[in-house]
């Protein structure tokens, strides 16, 4: 049963690591099982089309909040360019 995760994440962690690994390696080729035993095309097995899953989300995390261009904050540097080049215009201004 898919529970919403990356292929390879049997435990729930949000990345596929060796945690994930041990715990396909104990359910490796029984029959009866689930996601979180290691059964990514859901097919009852714990097998090799399962362990190419996982394969090619190793070392998958999931991000810690998504990126968005919608509220970015700018970098430090570019604020201080900002501040300078405003300082730069005032001085003129006097001038």
Do not use: Y
């Amino acid at each position: 049963m898919f529970q919403g995760l990356t292929a390879g994440d049997c435990n729930g962690s949000h990345a596929v690591d060796t945690g994930d690994l041990a715990i396909m390696g104990g359910n490796w080729n029984k029959t009866g099982k689930v996601w979180a035993d290691g059964d990514f095309t859901n097919d009852g097995k714990v097998d090799t089309g399962d362990l190419a899953l996982m394969g090619g989300n190793w070392n998958w995390t999931k991000p810690l909040r998504p990126r968005t261009s919608a509220g970015s904050v700018p970098e430090p540097a570019t604020l201080s360019l900002l501040v300078l080049g405003a300082l730069g215009l005032l001085r003129r201004k006097r001038t």
